[in-house]
Each structure stands twice: as C-alpha cells, then as structure tokens.
C-alpha cells in the first residue's frame, strides 16, 4: 500500500506504545482530578498557551516566541502556585496509599464517588426550615465532582449520619460547631466548623453577608452546591457554580436541589 506521504522515518516500537498509553492515562487521571473545578480552566488555559508557544516558535516568529517562552520558562513553578491544593490532595492520597496500602496505583487517583442516586434531602431542608424559623445561619455544603476535602480537613471531623437533629444541633447558636459551614460527601456529613474561601467578585450585592460570600466563593472555586440560611433575615438560598438563587419557594427549592444533585458533576459554563 502507497500512502500519499511516506512514513518510512517513523520507527515504532512496544516502549513507544507503552509511552503513549501511560501519557494518556496520566492525562486521563489529571482531567478526573481537575473535572468540575476551576483548576481545570485554568489548566486548559495553561495548555493552550503551550500549543500556540510551540506553533509560534515553528512558524519562526522570534518576538512572540521569545515572549511566550518566558512564560513557558516558569510554567513549572507558576503551576506549583495555581494548582498547590490538587498536588497537596494528590501527594496525601500517595502517602495514604503507601502507609494503608491499596488498590494499585489507581488509588493515587481516586475521588470520591458522586452523591448516590437515593439520596434523601429530607433531613437538610427540614432543618433548614427549622433554622430559618428561629433566624439561625446556617452553611451546608454537597460535594459533587470536586474534592472538598481540604476544606473539611480546616474543620472537625464527624463522618455521620444525616438527620435533621444533628444538624439542629450543629447550627444552634449556643454549638461549639455553628461557626463555619457543614461539608456533605456520600449522604453523611463528613466535617462541621470548616473554613471556605470568600468570594472576591466586586459585583456580589453588600447586602448579602459573610455566609453567602463564603458560599459563593465555594461555588466559584469547585462544582459544590450549597445551601444557605441567612441569619439577618432567615432567607434559604442555594449556591451554584458561581450564581444564588434567593427566595425560593419550598417545592423550587427542593426540586433544584435534588436535580442538581443527581444530575452528577458538570462543568461551569
């Protein structure tokens, strides 16, 4: 067979098969462990901004290429900075590996499984009721494709079953653990008293407060869906992927939050 370009030059062998196919599976594995977060824009972003330095430097431009190549030069370290939080959750899932042992080398890699499809929202928006009834705030956090877990390591741990309350007695005012926001992971509530991130957005309305930055700042940063209850007014409200949505009737409410849920991880448009 002639092909239209001769290909005589390329010489194939099993370590070159073996080389790809372990490139792939580590590009796969990177995707999973960015997939539904900002790193993963950013990651893309960084990707293409090699592509077109390789292209440039083929087509012989030297002005942008030596421009571009500066930013290539400290791509490394600048990727150090921007992605420390997945490498830090990477290197403990090693270690973790190495210590307890496990599945191979695909436990390096695992996350943690989507909600599973019977889950019961129940218990949150009952006491999320209750909460709102009394003007008690309250923060709680469903983990869907982003790993939540640095966050729930900034609080205490609990790893305990849903119900109304326990939740009750987390939000009360007079609980050591009402400060902070409540992570769910698998249907259990993994930690209370955790730390998030606080939405910089210059656009965020100031009559919202520290809570709903906190939330929108979460929502910003992974896929996690939040809910919120607003200690000044006693408001619901849920977070999304950057946007709240206030004053929700309860059957909005409950129908949003349990397709977004079981919809699984999804990318931020």
């Known amino acids: 067979m002639n092909l239209p370009y001769p290909l005589y030059f390329l010489h194939v062998g099993l370590a070159d098969v073996a080389d790809v196919l372990l490139v792939t599976?580590?590009?796969?594995?990177?995707?999973?462990?960015?997939?539904?977060?900002?790193?993963?824009n950013v990651a893309l972003g960084l990707l293409?901004?090699?592509?077109?330095?390789?292209?440039?430097?083929?087509?012989?431009?030297?002005?942008?290429?030596?421009?571009?190549?500066?930013?290539?030069s400290v791509?490394?370290?600048?990727?150090?900075?921007?992605?420390?939080?997945?490498?830090?959750r990477f290197l403990l899932n090693v270690g973790k590996v190495a210590l307890e042992g496990g599945s191979g080398v695909g436990g390096w890699w695992r996350r943690p499984s989507r909600q599973p499809n019977a889950l019961d929202v129940a218990p949150y928006l009952e006491a999320a009721k209750s909460l709102a009834a009394k003007e008690t705030g309250a923060l709680i956090c469903f983990t869907l494709a982003s790993d939540l877990s640095s966050y729930a390591e900034s609080g205490d741990h609990l790893d305990a079953?849903?119900?109304?309350?326990?939740?009750?007695?987390?939000?009360?005012?007079?609980?050591?653990?009402?400060?902070?926001?409540?992570?769910?992971a698998q249907g259990r509530l993994r930690a209370a008293r955790c730390i998030?991130?606080?939405?910089?957005?210059?656009?965020?309305?100031?009559?919202?407060?520290?809570?709903h930055r906190a939330a929108l700042g979460l929502s910003e940063a992974t896929d996690a869906v939040v809910l919120v209850v607003s200690e000044e007014t006693g408001q619901i409200s849920l977070v999304h992927h950057g946007e709240i949505y206030r004053g929700l009737?309860?059957?909005?409410?409950?129908?949003?939050?349990?397709?977004w849920l079981l919809a699984g991880p999804q990318l931020p448009s």
């Open 25 to 40: 599976g580590l590009l796969y594995q990177l995707y999973k462990l960015l997939r539904g977060s900002v790193a993963l």
């Open 48 to 72: 293409s901004l090699y592509l077109v330095y390789i292209l440039v430097n083929a087509l012989g431009l030297g002005l942008l290429s030596s421009i571009l190549g500066e930013f290539a």
């Open 75 to 88: 791509g490394v370290l600048a990727s150090i900075i921007l992605f420390q939080q997945e490498i830090r």
């Open 161 to 184: 079953a849903a119900s109304k309350r326990l939740l009750l007695a987390i939000f009360n005012k007079t609980s050591p653990l009402h400060d902070g926001a409540v992570i769910v």
């Open 196 to 211: 998030l991130p606080v939405s910089q957005n210059p656009e965020v309305p100031a009559a919202l407060g520290l809570r």
């Open 249 to 259: 009737a309860p059957a909005e409410l409950k129908s949003r939050l349990q397709a």
